[in-house]
Each structure stands twice: as C-alpha cells, then as structure tokens.
C-alpha cells in the first residue's frame, strides 16, 4: 500500500516483557515520528528521524524506550521491561520533512497485563 | 447551525449545518498548524495545514483561519456530513522544533 503501515496492529504483553513496535513509512518520506495516543487523548511526541541526522528524542519517556531507524526507512520502537502505564495506542508518521504534513499509520494497540 | 467561541470538546450538528471547530495554541513562535480527523481504531487523517505567513486557506468543504494576534486557528466544515463524525485535533510545530504539539480534541457528531 501507500501508506503507513503498522505492526502488529495490536499487542498483549505481561508486565515486565520488552516489545517491538514496527512502522514502515511512505516511500520517500525522509522524517519519520513515534507518538503515543493513551485512551482519550491527544498525541504525545517520543521521537524523530530526519534523514542521516541524529534523532530527537527529547519526548522518550524513560530510558526503557528506544527506537532505530534503519536504511532511512523501516524503524522500530522498542519498550524494555514494559509497565502498565505504557499501555496506548502508538503512531507512527512520516512526511517529505520539517513543516510538512505528517501522514499516521493506523497505530499499535499495546496493552500490558 | 454554526458554533464558535473556546475549544469545546464536542460538537453536535445536524447533517448540512456548517461546523466551526476552534483550537488555542500557546506558542507565539508556532509557525505551522494543521488538522486532524480521527476516527475510532484509526490513525489521525491530514485534512489541511496552514502556515504563519497565511491567515486563511481553503480545502474541499474546509476552511482553515489563523488569528495569530489571538493564537486561535478554527476549523470550517461546510455541509457536515454523516461521515464528517469523528475526533478532530489541531497540531502546531514551531522553527526551534521538530515535532507536532497536539491540541485536545473536539468530538464532532453529525446527526441527519
């Protein structure tokens, strides 16, 4: 497909597990955002890619989150040691750059047990 | 019929009405503003964006307009529509950052 594209679409873990959070942005897209949706809320910043540039990860909540980007394309958003309170919906968008329209994948439902 | 004023977090009208859905933002040095459509078990939906140099911009049935004396953006629907029901978030993104601040979202129910 064109668009974002997320995986799983939705995860159960227990408490105490690390995952793995798949996105695969538009092909092309240069920037790429990690955000995080809990049940009735806006979006929450963790984390962006621009390019060969040094990530921003200035909304990373803890040092239990962490995110690569490889070949500027396909990135995953690990979470060690998971947490109740880590349970959201996470996003992914990408866009052509900085000031461009960032188009969302449909999210990973995580829930921990 | 039309509803404006502060940000409400919903919004109930009839399918045909015109909707206005507003939106504060806190940062003077935002440069970049945009709107969202989400519907349940979705990812948030591009509908437009306008930039600071603007203060109206227009889309398919939408509107956007900025007042950045006020810091207030709004959202027009014209002619809701059944299918325009859904949460609608705005989002800001300023020249010293990279991501986008989301606002609260407004619930908007079209009932025909």
């Known amino acids: 497909g064109a668009g974002v594209s997320q995986s799983p679409s939705n995860k159960v873990t227990e408490k105490g597990k690390d995952v793995e959070l798949r996105c695969d942005p538009i092909s092309g897209h240069t920037a790429l955002y990690w955000y995080r949706q809990s049940l009735g809320q806006g979006l929450e910043f963790l984390i962006y890619?621009?390019?060969?540039?040094?990530?921003?990860k200035s909304g990373l909540p803890s040092d239990r989150f962490s995110a690569e980007r490889t070949g500027g394309s396909v990135s995953t958003l690990t979470i060690q040691r998971t947490q109740q309170e880590d349970s959201a919906v996470y996003l992914c968008?990408?866009?052509?750059?900085?000031?461009?329209?960032?188009?969302f994948g449909d999210g990973t439902r995580l829930s921990i047990l | 019929g039309e509803s404006v004023g502060l940000h409400l977090p919903t919004l109930s009208v009839q399918e045909g009405d015109n909707s206005i859905i507003n939106c504060a933002y806190s940062n003077s040095a935002s440069d970049y503003f945009i709107w969202y459509k989400q519907e349940s078990g979705k990812g948030p939906q591009f509908i437009i964006d306008?930039?600071?140099?603007?203060d109206k911009r227009q889309g398919q049935r939408v509107t956007v307009l900025l007042n950045k004396t006020v810091k207030h953006l709004s959202l027009q629907i014209a002619a809701t529509q059944p299918g325009d029901s859904a949460v609608y978030f705005c989002?800001?993104?300023?020249?010293?950052?990279?991501?986008?601040?989301f606002g609260k979202g407004t619930t908007l129910s079209v009932s025909s």
């Open positions: 890619f621009q390019g060969n540039s040094a990530p921003d």
């Open positions: 306008i930039r600071s140099n603007m």
């Open positions: 989002a800001e993104s300023h020249q010293a950052g990279t991501a986008l601040i």
């Open positions: 968008a990408s866009s052509w750059g900085r000031n461009q329209p960032q188009h």
